[in-house]
């Protein structure tokens, strides 16, 4: 190679090196993954197909197979994950901050960070939830905007979950005991958006009530379900699902408390 020629090829790859250099320090200031979620698909399976083991559904046909999972909170207490993962766990929603259902105030799990660092270093696939009170729009993206902000420098595999649920309260009424379905689904779409805005995936928690009474799903057709129901042998939602919360009262290795269990339909390849 001439003189010349290599006094060409510096120039080009002083600029190659730069743009990586750049690419770097631009992943480190976001702090998002770097990797993308695994994207969770809503599936309509032939529920005759599941079979049950020991109180764990499982699912298999031609075109369909499943994978095991919880959720956990505070509420599970210290969890020792190496014994959960040796018990079949393959995946963990964690909570990773709720809204006051009285004060309004946003607060972290105060076991999120224990949790994340567990389950990452066991190898267990990670998606986390916030159990929201919002009531306005504005509050969903706020907690939105929150997640994103307590992601940063993390790698989660699975979606940042919306969860609003009714409050049950003795001496206090929740601040969402009036929450209309129109600002339910105003405010579910508010929250995923801004977490998609923000190279996450979102994914809605709910129930056949929320479902029929309060979301429009044809609306929040977009996103994965994640379905709870406990007191059926199959899911009863007549739409596609992403997992179904078949239990709240799950024994797993590691976990002194009752756990929700959760069961993942997935495309075969």
Request: with cysteine; glycine share 6%.
């Amino acid at each position: 190679m001439t003189k010349k020629k290599i006094l060409l090829i510096i120039p080009v790859l002083f600029m190659i090196l730069l743009v990586m250099l750049m690419i770097t320090i631009l992943k480190k200031c976001t702090g998002n993954s770097v990797s993308e979620p695994e994207i969770i698909e809503n599936i309509r399976v032939d529920y005759a197909q599941l079979s049950n083991e020991n109180g764990r559904y499982r699912y298999e046909d031609e075109n369909y197979s499943s994978c095991f999972g919880i959720d956990v909170s505070t509420f599970q207490g210290d969890i020792d994950w190496k014994k959960v993962k040796e018990d079949g766990v393959e995946f963990v929603f964690i909570r990773i901050g709720r809204r006051g259902a009285t004060t309004g105030l946003i607060y972290e799990d105060d076991e999120f960070e224990k949790n994340y660092k567990g389950a990452k270093e066991s190898g267990i696939r990670i998606g986390v939830y916030f159990f929201s009170q919002a009531i306005t729009e504005k509050e969903a993206k706020e907690e939105a905007e929150w997640v994103v902000k307590k992601l940063k420098g993390k790698e989660i595999d699975l979606p940042v979950v919306y969860d609003l649920e009714e409050v049950y309260l003795e001496d206090e009424t929740p601040r969402t005991d009036s929450i209309t379905g129109e600002a339910a689904t105003k405010n579910a779409l508010a929250f995923l958006e801004t977490i998609e805005k923000n190279h996450h995936a979102g994914m809605l928690y709910t129930s056949l009530y929320w479902s029929e009474c309060y979301y429009d799903m044809e609306q929040l057709s977009g996103y994965p379900i994640w379905y709870a129901q406990y007191d059926s042998d199959i899911p009863e939602l007549d739409l596609p699902i992403g997992i179904w919360q078949y239990s709240s009262q799950g024994v797993i290795e590691g976990i002194d408390e009752k756990t929700d269990l959760n069961i993942m339909f997935i495309r075969k390849d």
